[in-house]
């Protein structure tokens, strides 16, 4: 058998972040690695790679305003429920943060940071290598649980490199301060646009809130426990043949208090999208224009998963493919890379996955998954 790089650290198990997915994979494996050596079976060696200089992964990024769909009693990783905030609205960002980097300690993770990892390649051994920019690890199983942030999309817009005024998109967005007094257009037609417009409407000089179709409020009873449950009965209803709402039958924002408060009080209204971007403002289609002094993009993010271009993943609609291990439900496998596990990226590697309390039972299935392949090369290793 060729043998591997030399300078590559050997794992059965590398997992590529250590935002909310990577730290629920972590839980799991290192319940597996525990229940292995309470049975007497051979430990399992696992890493979790993270780009980031501190816990908490991407929610660090986001604007102080930004609140959690649901109360923190709904908003839990396995093991341990997000201890309570005492607001009266749902968490800020930064109680997010808090949870994460007190999980992380919690369970004493091992989590390797700032690592940054480049490419994923095949090795001649049967092996995946992860190639960094502080060394390299050999592993037999690779969990990517990389997010979306580092990836905002921007539509294409005309008129959008002849704007003189200012761009930024929510992922850059750190709050309403700069835009006081100012003329602002907030692009989009979901949750952070949303909350964005909220955040900024009474600070600015003027809002306009375009989104290419009217957004649907959600009832204001419902939360992110609900879509997670309306999800999860989505999965259930299409594994067994049966008609499927999903999420998306529910509406488009979820109706959070600042939101809400804006909605039915401060007249916040979202108008037809722009037709082009101008230089000092916007063009609408029945031809009237505005002046604007900045663009807001909240127009959503791609997942991050340049690291796996050298593996030619199948793909459909700019991600993998992705399919349910064997005794699984969860999509968390890569079609033709049974060494890759996707996990958090959305619904298309298991329900509401991208969010704190779904992440759960597909980073579950994956990590059984990869503790199954462990398994598989023990006992082939064994028989040559």
Avoid: I
């Amino acid at each position: 058998m060729t043998q591997r790089h030399r300078s590559a650290v050997p794992v059965d198990v590398c997992v590529v972040g250590a935002g909310q997915a990577g730290l629920a994979a972590g839980f799991y494996l290192q319940r597996a690695d525990r229940e292995r050596r309470r049975r007497g079976a051979r430990p399992l060696t696992w890493v979790l790679l993270d780009a980031h200089d501190e816990p908490g992964g991407s929610w660090p990024d986001t604007w102080p305003s930004l609140r959690l769909f649901s109360p923190a009693a709904y908003s839990s990783l396995p093991g341990w429920p997000m201890p309570r905030w005492s607001g009266e609205d749902n968490p800020p960002a930064a109680h997010v943060v808090a949870y994460l980097r007190d999980y992380e300690q919690r369970y004493g993770l091992d989590v390797r940071r700032p690592v940054r990892v480049r490419e994923v390649h095949r090795a001649p051994d049967d092996r995946l290598e992860v190639r960094t920019d502080h060394g390299d690890w050999s592993a037999r199983v690779v969990v990517s649980a990389t997010g979306t942030q580092e990836r905002p999309f921007v539509p294409a817009v005309a008129g959008a490199d002849e704007f003189e005024g200012v761009q930024l998109h929510t992922g850059s967005y750190r709050g309403p301060a700069p835009f006081a007094g100012r003329r602002v257009l907030v692009v989009g037609g979901a949750n952070s646009a949303a909350q964005v417009a909220a955040d900024l409407l009474p600070v600015v000089e003027r809002l306009h809130w375009a989104a290419r179709r009217p957004p649907r409020y959600l009832p204001d009873h419902v939360d992110g426990r609900v879509l997670f449950e309306t999800a999860t009965q989505a999965v259930r209803d299409r594994a067994a043949g049966r008609p499927s709402r999903g999420v998306a039958s529910l509406g488009d924002v979820v109706a959070v208090p600042a939101v809400r408060e804006a909605r039915d009080h401060g007249g916040l209204r979202a108008v037809p999208m722009v037709e082009r971007l101008t230089r000092s403002g916007a063009r609408w289609p029945d031809g009237h224009e505005e002046p604007l002094d900045a663009v807001v993009w909240a127009t959503g993010f791609r997942p991050a998963l340049r690291h796996l271009r050298p593996l030619g993943l199948d793909s459909a609609k700019g991600r993998p493919l992705t399919e349910a291990p064997e005794g699984a439900v969860m999509p968390v496998r890569a079609v033709g890379e049974p060494r890759l596990l996707l996990l958090g990226y959305g619904d298309w590697c298991g329900p509401a996955s991208a969010t704190l309390v779904g992440v759960g039972r597909p980073a579950r299935e994956a990590v059984a998954a990869a503790e199954a392949l462990v398994d598989r090369d023990e006992a082939a290793s064994g028989q040559d």
